[in-house]
């Protein structure tokens, strides 16, 4: 049994898909609905790739970043364990500990590298940074069972080419005086673990336990409180609530001040990629234009037969919005489709590829990231399709209103 469709419908389809084109007029139009669907899934896959980067260097670079860091002006050490008491008390804290920090020079066999000195209780290094779950070798136990030991990122241990149970010399910023001069005070430090995040606190950072932070650091250095929250975002939103723990002036820094420009530039470059890619959109609806075009001179005894048939001008303006419209729609929907399969699929299709033909898209040794991660979030995939529908609709508006002016007894005159 056939299905009837309104007649307004039955026109549009015809004209958007019925054999009475010229195989030209055809031609554009297929390559228009190809250029669409191609814009479409490109656009899709591209942001779900770049969605996929974003969020492995989230995991990656904030598991080893305080979620938010109290600075007291005048820190002490029973003041910051009071601190960090009160601030695990806060709702929506997950641990909360004393920390020092501060900028160092590492050096083995001649080799000298500069490098952040981070000291934290036990618990603070599992519970705050979690850096437990990223050790290569080594334990976080062994810093407080051996005096004087760090653990190394994997990238810093192999520039200054040393391993576990090798000695780094380190250069402190405090002064020794004696009778032969001023020098920078120095510390042979034991090597008894090394971390992984793949990404660049590998290349910079050293950890120590707390007591070693405070024999080698004294009054140098930073000190604080390092606090992990239930939800990163608390740390913008409640600083007013942590500001009140200390009567005394206190800096707070969230995980935005370190590692925050790095995520804007990501931002930015998504933003700048897509619009690129949307240029693919727009110049398939300038496709669009030149196929309806052709299919109103085409169709301009058709169009002359309708007005004297009764349509109206506006319906008649309806009419071919809806038929490049149509167009765009088949266009649009199978490039959503095929970006959504490519989005969810290609980190199977890279390493497909390069098992296939034998070579490293991404090397994690240069890029961190190994393969290609991909995360598709529906409102990428909703804001290209409206974006493409709203492109199709301006492009279809000149060519429909040029077909509602058409004088249908001067074109009768010739048929």
């Given amino acids: 049994m056939a299905i009837e469709m309104p007649l307004p419908l039955e026109i549009i389809v015809r004209f958007s898909l ?16 190809i250029g669409m669907m191609l814009g479409v899934a ?42 960090a008491r009160r601030a695990e008390g806060q709702p929506g804290v997950v641990a909360a500990t ?47 069972n051996q005096s004087f030991s760090v653990i190394l990122g994997t990238d810093l241990a192999r520039l ?10 380190v250069f402190l910023p405090r002064l020794t005086v004696s009778p032969l001069g001023i020098y920078p005070k120095t510390r042979l430090l034991t090597v008894v673990g090394l971390f992984s995040v793949g990404a660049g606190p590998d290349a910079r950072d050293a950890y120590v336990s707390y007591e070693t932070a405070r024999r080698l650091l004294g009054r140098s250095g930073r000190q604080g409180v390092q606090i992990k929250l239930t939800d990163r975002q608390l740390a913008l939103t409640d600083q007013a609530a942590f500001r009140a723990l200390n009567s005394a002036p206190m800096a707070l820094s969230d995980w935005t001040t370190s590692q925050g420009s790095l995520f804007a530039a990501i931002k930015m470059e998504k933003i700048t990629v897509g ?9 398939a609806a300038f496709n ?81 990231i190994g393969g290609l991660p991909s995360i598709l979030l ?12 709203t492109l199709s609709v301006v492009a279809s508006v000149y060519p429909a209103w040029r077909a509602s002016r058409i004088p249908a007894a001067e074109v009768l005159n010739y048929v």
């Fill in 42 to 83: 490109a656009l899709i896959m591209v942001l779900s790739v770049m969605n996929g980067f974003s969020g492995e260097l989230h995991q990656r670079l904030l598991s080893v970043t305080p979620d938010l860091v109290l600075e007291p002006s005048a820190p002490t050490a029973d003041g910051l364990s009071e601190l």
């Fill in 378 to 389: 529906w409102r990428d995939v909703v804001a290209v399709v409206v974006t493409a529908l």
């Fill in 275 to 283: 619009i690129l890619l949307a240029s693919v959109i727009l110049v």
């Fill in 98 to 144: 004393p920390f020092r920090r501060a900028t160092t020079l590492l050096q083995a066999g001649g080799r000298t590298r500069g490098a952040t000195l981070i000291g934290a209780p036990t618990d603070g290094l599992t519970g705050v940074v979690n850096l437990g779950v990223h050790l290569v070798s080594g334990e976080l136990d062994a810093l407080v």
């Fill in 288 to 368: 669009l234009i030149s196929t309806l075009t052709m299919s109103v001179t085409e169709k301009r005894g058709d169009i002359a037969i309708l007005q004297v048939l009764g349509l109206s001008t506006r319906h008649l303006l309806l009419l071919f919005l809806g038929h490049g419209l149509l167009l765009a729609l088949v266009g649009i929907a199978l490039g959503a489709a095929l970006g959504i399969g490519l989005a969810i699929f290609v980190p199977d299709l890279s390493r497909w590829f390069e098992q296939t033909m034998g070579v490293v898209l991404f090397d994690p040794a240069v890029y961190y």
């Fill in 18 to 33: 019925g054999s009475g084109q010229r195989r030209f007029t055809r031609f554009v139009a297929m390559a228009s609905l």
């Fill in 160 to 169: 200054l080419r040393v391993s576990p149970g090798d000695e780094v010399e």
